[in-house]
Nanobody, 131 residues
Framework: LVQLVESGGDSVLTGGSLTLSCAIT????????MAWFRQGPGKDREAVAV??????MSYAKSAKGRFTISRGNGRGTVLRMNNLTPEDTAMYYC??????????????????????????WGQGTQVTVST
């Protein structure tokens, strides 16, 4: 059993910053490939940032230069977001996959259907950016 719990969502003004955290608990001692997805109003869920066990990363074009994914405490993950705009308003989800089972990490931007590579999901944390 793998459980993910996100925290850190908030309401901020344009240009502000937020840090999201994801805690993971699991029945095994394995490390996981960790990811952040988001789903804005009326939009499909999309990958924002992905971090493999070996440090390989992939970012969505909209996140490059503004968002940074890293390992958090234990096996969790942290997403630092800077220079936020209203277009970043979304529910942000933490996701995990067994290590090295996501073939494109570090090789390309997350594909459109990338969520199918992640079997474990949190409940989400809301980020709202206003002008």
């Amino acid at each position: 059993l793998v459980q993910l719990v996100e925290s850190g969502g908030d309401s901020v003004l344009t240009g502000g910053s937020l840090t999201l955290s994801c805690a993971i608990t699991a029945d095994t001692d394995s490390s996981y490939c960790m990811a952040w997805f988001r789903q804005g109003p009326g939009k499909d869920r999309e990958a924002v940032a992905v971090l493999e066990v070996d440090g390989s990363m992939s970012y969505a074009k909209s996140a490059k230069g503004r968002f940074t994914i890293s390992r958090g405490n234990g096996r969790g993950t942290v997403l630092r977001m800077n220079n936020l705009t209203p277009e970043d308003t979304a529910m942000y989800y933490c996701a995990a996959a067994d290590r090295y089972r996501v073939p494109w990490v570090g090789l390309q931007d997350p594909p459109v259907d990338s969520e199918r590579d992640f079997p474990y999901w949190g409940q989400g944390t809301q980020v709202t950016v206003s002008t």
